[in-house]
T-cell receptor, first 109, second 111 residues
Framework: GQQVMQIPQYQHVQEGEDFTTYCNSSTTLSNIQWYKQRPGGHPVFLIQLVKSGEVKKQKRLTFQFGEAKKNSSLHITATQTTDVGTYFCAGAGSYQLTFGKGTKLSVIP | NAGVTQTPKFQVLKTGQSMTLQCAQDMNHEYMSWYRQDPGMGLRLIHYSVGAGITDQGEVPNGYNVSRSTTEDFPLRLLSAAPSQTSVYFC??????????FGPGTRLLVL
């Protein structure tokens, strides 16, 4: 079955530093989605990428979808304490999403 | 819209007990899913439904049953609870394969 690998599992950064999490799929994806889960909360949708090579930005967050539609990345510029949480990628297959295990981001003030 | 609601928020069970986790959505979404979340394991799909009367197994279906008699509701039944089912359970709904809207979760402890 489809597998989605996400690295790193944990990342500790000083406030103001950049952060990147990477996602790789074993199969070509129709689209990839990114979610954020705050501590004690539920996953919340951030963005969906559909096209090969697509790049989307949301303020300090930049999302990329690889040319082969098998990998993706999320980059946060100048992290803030409000960025704390776990970031999940999810690859879309037939009728279901396969989630990566997530990257837990800690921001040290 | 309330979005996706889940009850109960917390539950403690003894091994062998059965229970039903409730999930409802008011967005008229066809797709609904159940996930469990364990530390370091991410979100794993238990069962999903693409419409009323249609359900299918996900990655970790053993020990769980689902049914989808209406578009709005998608209950998850634990037939005979085991300590390995201690987890946080999330229900989600979506329109097609698009954005998944998650409920607040049910935290289950099986003793």
């Amino acid at each position: 079955g489809q597998q989605v690998m996400q690295i790193p599992q944990y990342q500790h950064v000083q406030e103001g530093e950049d952060f990147t999490t990477y996602c790789n799929s074993s199969t070509t994806l129709s689209n990839i989605q990114w979610y954020k889960q705050r501590p004690g909360g539920h996953p919340v949708f951030l963005i969906q990428l559909v096209k090969s090579g697509e790049v989307k930005k949301q303020k300090r967050l930049t999302f990329q979808f690889g040319e082969a539609k098998k990998n993706s990345s999320l980059h946060i510029t100048a992290t803030q304490t409000t960025d704390v949480g776990t970031y999940f990628c999810a690859g879309a297959g037939s009728y279901q999403l396969t989630f990566g295990k997530g990257t837990k981001l800690s921001v040290i003030p | 819209n309330a979005g996706v609601t889940q009850t109960p928020k917390f539950q403690v069970l003894k091994t062998g007990q059965s229970m039903t986790l409730q999930c409802a959505q008011d967005m008229n979404h066809e797709y609904m899913s159940w996930y469990r979340q364990d530390p370091g394991m991410g979100l794993r799909l238990i069962h999903y439904s693409v419409g009323a009367g249609i359900t299918d197994q996900g990655e970790v279906p053993n020990g769980y049953n689902v049914s989808r008699s209406t578009t709005e509701d998608f209950p998850l039944r634990l037939l005979s609870a085991a300590p390995s089912q201690t987890s946080v359970y999330f229900c989600a709904s979506s329109r097609g394969g698009e954005t998944q809207y998650f409920g607040p979760g049910t935290r289950l402890l099986v003793l």
